[in-house]
């Protein structure tokens, strides 16, 4: 499912400014959100039990935090990793994006709800593509420029530009509230994430992506980072409305 923004929104106003081989490149913020539901086993009670230990004893998740967890040890002991693997690929499939996601480095995730973010400082030549593994927490992925909450459940799957903002936030909640974290919730989420490439042709244009809108600005840069409204901006962490940086 393709989520397109709401009229006039902010998401016109955005660059991502990213590095494409020794140079930077200028690109719009792709506005659109792929979003749906595939079938996914549950993962082994014994993993799940890992995962848990991991979060509380190794990673020690704060509300807010995202950290990786180990993938290649979690793979030895997930016999229907493959399974979830071809289900999101079968799905990025249907959606014109072909093979993508083969040659796309993964990832496994862990977070405890999520501070509204964007990640085009570091990964602006990529999208990211997340399969949510946890059962229903009460949680959403909320997209504020898009409009849009995508209740966590088990075999959730998205596509999106890394320089949307979004955030893991309570679903009765306006926002991200630390209180809606207290210790005794279990409120964890475990997802898969690829890289997928933003210059891919099918990403660039399931997304919306258009490039070299700025090729003045982007010779002048030396990193990755993302504009809004013609200069450096960040998201406040709470409500993920954009702001200018500094």
């Known amino acids: ?6 009229p006039h929104s902010v998401q016109d106003l955005l660059s991502s400014y990213f590095w494409s081989g020794d140079a930077i490149r200028s690109r719009s913020v792709g506005s659109a959100v792929l979003s749906g539901k595939v079938d996914v086993p549950a993962p082994p009670a014994r993993l799940v039990a890992d995962w848990e230990r991991d979060i509380s004893e190794r990673l020690g998740l704060e509300p807010g935090d995202v950290e990786a967890l180990p993938l290649p040890r979690a793979r030895t002991r997930w016999p229907d990793y493959k399974l979830c693997v071809q289900a999101v ?38 999208a990211f593509c997340n399969l949510f593994l946890s059962e229903d927490q009460g949680l959403d992925l909320h997209f504020p420029s898009a409009g849009l909450r995508i209740p966590l459940v088990k075999g959730t799957v998205v596509v999106f530009d890394t320089g949307q903002p979004h955030a893991v936030v309570d679903r009765r909640s306006t926002g991200f509230d630390v209180a809606d974290f207290p210790p005794d919730r279990d409120c964890s989420q475990v997802f ?39 200069a450096p901006a960040s998201v406040c962490p709470s409500s993920g409305r954009w702001r200018q940086a500094g």
């Open 89 to 126: 690929a079968d799905w990025t499939h249907s959606l014109g994006l072909q093979e993508v996601l083969a040659s796309a480095e993964v990832a496994l995730m862990a977070c405890r709800g999520a501070r509204y973010h964007h990640d085009g400082a570091q990964y602006g030549s990529a």
């Open 192 to 230: 898969l994430t690829w890289e997928l490439p933003i210059k891919n042709t099918d990403v660039a244009r399931a997304l919306g992506v258009c490039f070299d809108i700025d090729p003045a600005t982007a010779a002048q840069l030396d990193e990755e980072q993302v504009w809004w409204n013609g």
């Open 1 to 6: 499912m393709r989520q397109p923004p709401p």
